[in-house]
Protein backbone atom coordinates (compact mmCIF):
# COMPACT_ATOMS: atom_id res chain seq x y z
CA UNK A 1 0.00 0.00 0.00
CA UNK A 2 1.34 2.90 -0.65
CA UNK A 3 1.62 7.30 0.12
CA UNK A 4 0.05 8.83 -2.22
CA UNK A 5 -2.59 7.91 -4.58
CA UNK A 6 -4.81 9.82 -7.55
CA UNK A 7 -7.55 10.46 -4.95
CA UNK A 8 -5.51 10.09 -1.66
CA UNK A 9 -2.12 10.76 -1.77
CA UNK A 10 -1.90 9.85 1.85
CA UNK A 11 -3.91 6.41 1.65
CA UNK A 12 -2.04 4.13 -0.33
CA UNK A 13 1.54 3.44 -1.79
CA UNK A 14 4.37 1.26 -0.62
CA UNK A 15 2.49 -0.21 2.23
CA UNK A 16 2.99 2.62 4.65
CA UNK A 17 -0.87 1.45 6.35
CA UNK A 18 -0.11 -1.73 7.37
CA UNK A 19 -2.16 -3.49 10.21
CA UNK A 20 -1.04 -6.25 12.56
CA UNK A 21 -3.95 -8.28 13.41
CA UNK A 22 -6.97 -9.69 15.44
CA UNK A 23 -5.67 -10.61 19.08
CA UNK A 24 -5.59 -8.56 22.83
CA UNK A 25 -4.83 -4.82 23.56
CA UNK A 26 -1.70 -6.21 25.98
CA UNK A 27 1.84 -5.12 24.08
CA UNK A 28 5.09 -7.46 23.95
CA UNK A 29 3.15 -10.56 25.14
CA UNK A 30 1.14 -11.12 21.81
CA UNK A 31 2.43 -11.55 18.62
CA UNK A 32 3.14 -9.08 15.90
CA UNK A 33 1.15 -10.66 13.32
CA UNK A 34 -1.03 -13.21 12.16
CA UNK A 35 -1.95 -14.41 8.59
CA UNK A 36 -5.08 -15.75 8.53
CA UNK A 37 -7.23 -15.72 5.06
CA UNK A 38 -10.11 -13.23 5.63
CA UNK A 39 -8.54 -11.31 8.38
CA UNK A 40 -10.32 -7.66 7.61
CA UNK A 41 -10.07 -4.61 9.56
CA UNK A 42 -12.58 -1.81 9.05
CA UNK A 43 -11.77 2.06 9.61
CA UNK A 44 -12.97 5.42 9.45
CA UNK A 45 -11.15 8.07 7.70
CA UNK A 46 -11.47 11.64 7.27
CA UNK A 47 -9.83 13.84 4.18
CA UNK A 48 -9.16 17.75 4.87
CA UNK A 49 -7.92 18.93 1.75
CA UNK A 50 -7.18 22.39 1.36
CA UNK A 51 -8.49 24.09 -1.86
CA UNK A 52 -7.01 27.46 -2.66
CA UNK A 53 -9.51 29.93 -4.32
CA UNK A 54 -6.95 31.86 -6.63
CA UNK A 55 -9.63 33.90 -8.05
CA UNK A 56 -11.01 34.84 -4.17
CA UNK A 57 -7.18 35.22 -2.77
CA UNK A 58 -8.32 32.58 -0.10
CA UNK A 59 -8.68 28.88 0.80
CA UNK A 60 -10.94 26.90 2.01
CA UNK A 61 -10.96 23.27 3.87
CA UNK A 62 -12.39 20.20 1.88
CA UNK A 63 -13.62 17.31 3.93
CA UNK A 64 -14.27 14.21 3.23
CA UNK A 65 -15.96 10.75 5.08
CA UNK A 66 -15.15 7.16 3.59
CA UNK A 67 -14.31 3.94 4.67
CA UNK A 68 -10.98 2.42 4.84
CA UNK A 69 -10.86 -1.79 4.62
CA UNK A 70 -7.81 -4.18 4.54
CA UNK A 71 -8.05 -7.55 4.29
CA UNK A 72 -5.70 -10.84 4.24
CA UNK A 73 -6.34 -12.31 0.86
CA UNK A 74 -4.69 -15.51 0.23
CA UNK A 75 -1.14 -16.46 -0.57
CA UNK A 76 1.76 -15.72 -3.40
CA UNK A 77 4.69 -16.95 -4.20
CA UNK A 78 7.92 -14.12 -4.56
CA UNK A 79 10.67 -15.57 -6.42
CA UNK A 80 10.49 -18.80 -3.86
CA UNK A 81 9.49 -16.89 -0.77
CA UNK A 82 5.79 -17.17 0.33
CA UNK A 83 4.36 -14.17 1.04
CA UNK A 84 0.50 -13.15 1.98
CA UNK A 85 -1.75 -10.82 -0.52
CA UNK A 86 -2.78 -7.83 1.97
CA UNK A 87 -5.93 -6.00 0.06
CA UNK A 88 -6.86 -2.11 0.72
CA UNK A 89 -9.97 -1.48 -0.26
CA UNK A 90 -11.34 2.70 -0.17
CA UNK A 91 -15.22 1.75 -0.06
CA UNK A 92 -15.71 -1.26 -2.34
CA UNK A 93 -13.06 -0.11 -4.62
CA UNK A 94 -9.39 -2.18 -4.90
CA UNK A 95 -6.72 0.38 -4.57
CA UNK A 96 -3.90 -2.10 -4.31
CA UNK A 97 -2.56 -5.54 -2.98
CA UNK A 98 0.65 -5.95 -1.06
CA UNK A 99 3.20 -8.96 -1.07
CA UNK A 100 3.89 -9.30 2.86
CA UNK A 101 6.06 -11.54 5.32
CA UNK A 102 6.04 -11.49 8.99
CA UNK A 103 9.90 -12.40 9.62
CA UNK A 104 13.26 -11.52 12.30
CA UNK A 105 13.16 -8.43 11.01
CA UNK A 106 9.12 -7.66 11.73
CA UNK A 107 6.35 -7.01 9.55
CA UNK A 108 7.72 -6.46 5.78
CA UNK A 109 6.28 -5.66 2.30
CA UNK A 110 8.33 -7.09 -0.63
CA UNK A 111 6.05 -5.86 -3.76
CA UNK A 112 2.88 -5.45 -5.43
CA UNK A 113 0.45 -6.76 -7.53
CA UNK A 114 -1.03 -4.56 -10.51
CA UNK A 115 -4.12 -4.62 -11.62
CA UNK A 116 -3.52 -7.73 -14.27
CA UNK A 117 -2.27 -9.40 -11.55
CA UNK A 118 1.35 -9.03 -12.67
CA UNK A 119 4.19 -8.77 -9.76
CA UNK A 120 6.14 -5.76 -9.23
CA UNK A 121 9.10 -6.91 -6.88
CA UNK A 122 10.77 -4.21 -4.58
CA UNK A 123 14.21 -3.32 -5.11
CA UNK A 124 14.68 -3.88 -1.42
CA UNK A 125 12.07 -4.97 1.47
CA UNK A 126 10.30 -2.51 3.04
CA UNK A 127 9.66 -2.72 7.11
CA UNK A 128 6.80 -1.60 8.08
CA UNK A 129 7.10 -2.58 12.08
CA UNK A 130 10.54 -4.23 13.75
CA UNK A 131 10.29 -7.35 14.93
CA UNK A 132 9.55 -7.84 18.74
CA UNK A 133 9.90 -5.96 21.69
CA UNK A 134 9.32 -3.29 20.68
CA UNK A 135 10.86 -0.33 21.81
CA UNK A 136 11.04 3.55 22.28
CA UNK A 137 13.86 5.06 20.05
CA UNK A 138 14.40 2.22 18.09
CA UNK A 139 14.50 4.11 14.44
CA UNK A 140 15.29 2.68 10.91
CA UNK A 141 15.66 4.17 7.18
CA UNK A 142 14.07 2.93 3.26
CA UNK A 143 16.02 4.19 0.84
CA UNK A 144 14.96 2.73 -2.43
CA UNK A 145 13.01 2.80 -5.80
CA UNK A 146 10.03 0.99 -5.83
CA UNK A 147 9.53 1.03 -9.72
CA UNK A 148 11.06 3.67 -10.80
CA UNK A 149 9.74 5.83 -8.08
CA UNK A 150 12.49 6.82 -5.32
CA UNK A 151 11.45 6.47 -1.82
CA UNK A 152 12.95 8.03 1.26
CA UNK A 153 11.29 7.32 4.85
CA UNK A 154 12.71 7.66 8.20
CA UNK A 155 10.90 5.69 11.24
CA UNK A 156 11.32 6.20 14.88
CA UNK A 157 9.26 4.18 17.19
CA UNK A 158 8.19 6.85 20.22
CA UNK A 159 6.56 6.05 23.29
CA UNK A 160 3.89 3.92 24.49
CA UNK A 161 0.56 6.11 24.95
CA UNK A 162 -3.09 5.80 25.90
CA UNK A 163 -5.29 6.18 22.97
CA UNK A 164 -9.17 5.81 22.66
CA UNK A 165 -10.86 4.77 19.40
CA UNK A 166 -14.32 3.53 17.93
CA UNK A 167 -13.09 0.25 18.22
CA UNK A 168 -11.98 0.81 22.04
CA UNK A 169 -9.24 1.93 24.14
CA UNK A 170 -5.95 0.66 23.80
CA UNK A 171 -2.10 1.15 25.25
CA UNK A 172 -0.13 1.89 21.87
CA UNK A 173 3.02 2.20 20.31
CA UNK A 174 3.68 5.51 18.69
CA UNK A 175 5.79 5.19 15.06
CA UNK A 176 6.22 8.51 13.66
CA UNK A 177 7.53 8.24 9.99
CA UNK A 178 9.20 11.00 7.91
CA UNK A 179 9.40 10.89 3.84
CA UNK A 180 10.97 12.94 1.92
CA UNK A 181 10.56 11.13 -1.45
CA UNK A 182 8.32 11.17 -3.54
CA UNK A 183 6.03 13.21 -1.66
CA UNK A 184 7.26 14.86 1.41
CA UNK A 185 4.71 13.92 4.32
CA UNK A 186 4.73 12.72 7.84
CA UNK A 187 2.63 9.73 9.11
CA UNK A 188 2.18 8.88 12.95
CA UNK A 189 1.18 5.39 13.30
CA UNK A 190 -0.26 3.94 17.07
CA UNK A 191 0.39 0.23 16.31
CA UNK A 192 -0.99 -2.39 19.03
CA UNK A 193 0.80 -5.61 18.92
CA UNK A 194 -2.08 -8.50 18.48
CA UNK A 195 -4.69 -5.62 16.84
CA UNK A 196 -2.72 -3.32 14.39
CA UNK A 197 -2.54 0.21 13.74
CA UNK A 198 -5.44 1.67 15.55
CA UNK A 199 -4.92 5.29 14.48
CA UNK A 200 -2.89 6.62 11.50
CA UNK A 201 -2.71 10.59 10.63
CA UNK A 202 -0.95 11.59 7.85
CA UNK A 203 -0.20 14.85 6.70
CA UNK A 204 1.35 16.64 3.70
CA UNK A 205 2.15 19.86 3.37
CA UNK A 206 3.88 22.59 0.83
CA UNK A 207 7.50 23.72 0.31
CA UNK A 208 6.56 26.41 2.78
CA UNK A 209 5.05 24.49 5.39
CA UNK A 210 1.68 25.28 4.44
CA UNK A 211 -1.15 22.52 5.13
CA UNK A 212 -2.10 20.86 1.83
CA UNK A 213 -4.04 17.50 3.17
CA UNK A 214 -4.57 15.40 6.04
CA UNK A 215 -6.18 11.93 6.50
CA UNK A 216 -7.06 10.10 9.58
CA UNK A 217 -8.25 6.29 9.80
CA UNK A 218 -9.21 5.18 13.14
CA UNK A 219 -10.23 1.51 13.88
CA UNK A 220 -13.96 1.37 13.67
CA UNK A 221 -14.45 -2.19 15.30
CA UNK A 222 -11.91 -5.15 16.60
CA UNK A 223 -10.62 -6.65 13.41
CA UNK A 224 -12.85 -10.10 12.36
CA UNK A 225 -12.57 -12.74 10.15
CA UNK A 226 -14.50 -12.11 7.07
CA UNK A 227 -15.35 -14.53 3.87
CA UNK A 228 -13.04 -13.70 1.03
CA UNK A 229 -16.24 -14.59 -1.54
CA UNK A 230 -17.93 -10.90 0.17
CA UNK A 231 -14.92 -9.11 -1.29
CA UNK A 232 -15.96 -7.38 -4.85
CA UNK A 233 -13.30 -7.98 -7.56
CA UNK A 234 -11.52 -5.37 -9.46
CA UNK A 235 -13.81 -5.81 -12.56
CA UNK A 236 -16.57 -4.13 -10.47
CA UNK A 237 -14.77 -1.06 -10.05
CA UNK A 238 -15.49 -0.04 -13.94
CA UNK A 239 -13.71 -0.10 -17.36
CA UNK A 240 -10.62 2.31 -16.15
CA UNK A 241 -8.02 2.76 -13.26
CA UNK A 242 -6.62 6.01 -13.60
CA UNK A 243 -4.11 8.38 -11.55
CA UNK A 244 -1.53 11.13 -12.32
CA UNK A 245 2.14 10.97 -11.85
CA UNK A 246 5.56 13.04 -11.70
CA UNK A 247 7.43 10.11 -13.89
CA UNK A 248 6.58 7.72 -16.85
CA UNK A 249 6.16 4.85 -14.20
CA UNK A 250 6.46 6.51 -10.93
CA UNK A 251 4.08 6.13 -8.28
CA UNK A 252 0.56 8.11 -8.39
CA UNK A 253 0.63 11.51 -6.72
CA UNK A 254 -1.96 14.39 -5.96
CA UNK A 255 0.61 17.27 -5.42
CA UNK A 256 2.91 18.76 -8.34
CA UNK A 257 5.85 21.78 -8.18
CA UNK A 258 5.06 24.60 -11.06
CA UNK A 259 8.33 23.49 -12.14
CA UNK A 260 7.55 19.95 -12.81
CA UNK A 261 8.83 18.49 -16.08
CA UNK A 262 5.86 17.12 -17.54
CA UNK A 263 2.61 15.58 -16.49
CA UNK A 264 1.74 11.77 -16.66
CA UNK A 265 -2.04 10.49 -16.98
CA UNK A 266 -1.84 7.03 -16.35
CA UNK A 267 -5.46 4.48 -17.38
CA UNK A 268 -5.65 0.54 -16.92
CA UNK A 269 -8.40 -0.71 -18.75
CA UNK A 270 -10.76 -3.60 -17.08
CA UNK A 271 -12.26 -5.76 -20.24
CA UNK A 272 -12.26 -2.93 -22.31
CA UNK A 273 -14.50 -3.24 -26.07
CA UNK A 274 -12.66 -3.83 -29.46
CA UNK A 275 -10.79 -0.84 -30.08
CA UNK A 276 -12.20 1.58 -27.01
CA UNK A 277 -11.62 5.26 -27.46
CA UNK A 278 -9.75 6.11 -24.02
CA UNK A 279 -10.29 9.90 -24.06
CA UNK A 280 -8.60 12.60 -21.32
CA UNK A 281 -9.43 16.02 -20.53
CA UNK A 282 -7.26 18.41 -18.80
CA UNK A 283 -9.52 20.96 -16.64
CA UNK A 284 -8.09 24.23 -14.73
CA UNK A 285 -11.22 24.17 -11.87
CA UNK A 286 -9.73 27.47 -9.61
CA UNK A 287 -6.56 28.84 -11.16
CA UNK A 288 -5.62 32.32 -11.43
CA UNK A 289 -6.40 34.41 -14.59
CA UNK A 290 -8.38 31.12 -16.34
CA UNK A 291 -12.30 30.93 -15.77
CA UNK A 292 -13.33 28.31 -13.16
CA UNK A 293 -13.56 24.68 -14.80
CA UNK A 294 -12.00 25.98 -18.33
CA UNK A 295 -10.78 23.21 -20.79
CA UNK A 296 -6.80 23.63 -21.58
CA UNK A 297 -6.06 20.03 -23.10
CA UNK A 298 -7.45 16.94 -24.21
CA UNK A 299 -5.83 13.99 -25.64
CA UNK A 300 -7.36 10.71 -27.21
CA UNK A 301 -5.97 6.90 -27.81
CA UNK A 302 -7.49 3.91 -28.84
CA UNK A 303 -7.29 0.69 -26.39
CA UNK A 304 -5.19 -2.24 -28.55
CA UNK A 305 -6.88 -5.00 -25.68
CA UNK A 306 -9.26 -5.34 -23.22
CA UNK A 307 -7.30 -4.84 -20.84
CA UNK A 308 -4.66 -2.50 -22.04
CA UNK A 309 -3.34 0.49 -20.48
CA UNK A 310 -1.20 4.17 -21.59
CA UNK A 311 -0.09 6.99 -20.62
CA UNK A 312 -0.69 10.41 -21.53
CA UNK A 313 2.11 13.16 -21.11
CA UNK A 314 1.12 16.85 -20.34
CA UNK A 315 4.46 18.79 -21.29
CA UNK A 316 5.24 22.05 -18.84
CA UNK A 317 4.53 25.57 -20.59
CA UNK A 318 6.63 27.62 -21.03
CA UNK A 319 6.89 29.73 -17.61
CA UNK A 320 6.18 26.49 -15.13
CA UNK A 321 2.52 25.80 -14.61
CA UNK A 322 0.29 27.98 -12.69
CA UNK A 323 -0.56 27.17 -9.05
CA UNK A 324 -3.83 26.36 -8.59
CA UNK A 325 -6.42 23.31 -8.54
CA UNK A 326 -6.53 21.00 -11.62
CA UNK A 327 -8.18 17.66 -12.39
CA UNK A 328 -8.06 15.25 -15.49
CA UNK A 329 -11.71 13.84 -16.63
CA UNK A 330 -11.14 10.23 -18.30
CA UNK A 331 -13.95 8.83 -20.52
CA UNK A 332 -14.11 5.68 -22.30
CA UNK A 333 -16.31 5.65 -25.91
CA UNK A 334 -17.33 8.86 -24.62
CA UNK A 335 -18.60 7.72 -21.12
CA UNK A 336 -17.46 9.03 -17.94
CA UNK A 337 -14.77 6.88 -16.72
CA UNK A 338 -12.93 8.28 -13.24
CA UNK A 339 -12.02 11.98 -12.60
CA UNK A 340 -8.29 12.77 -10.65
CA UNK A 341 -7.98 15.50 -9.07
CA UNK A 342 -4.60 17.63 -8.51
CA UNK A 343 -2.99 20.63 -7.47
CA UNK A 344 -0.15 22.55 -8.37
CA UNK A 345 1.92 24.58 -5.87
CA UNK A 346 4.71 27.10 -5.84
Known amino acids: MSDYDPRDTAMKTFCMLLLGLAGTSSLNADPLISTSDGMTWNYNAIQETVESNSLELSDSKKTERFPITYKIAGAQKLEGKDTFKLAVYRGDALDNVDLMTVDEHGIVCHGRLDENGAVNKFAEPQILVQALPLKSGSSWNFDAKIGETDVSQRYLIGEEEEITVPAGKFRAWKIHCEQTS ?18 VVTTIRSSTGDLLQQTSMELKEPPKIVS ?15 GVSKEPNGGPTTVFNSDAPAIYARWQGHDLAPEAKIHAVWIAE ?15 AVAPAPNAHGTFTLARPEG ?20 VKLKIVK
Open 182 to 199: PTPAVIDRWFVPGTGFVR
Open 228 to 242: LAETKPVAELGPLSV
Open 286 to 300: KVADIAPDSEIDDVE
Open 320 to 339: GWTPGDYRVEFSVDDAPAGT
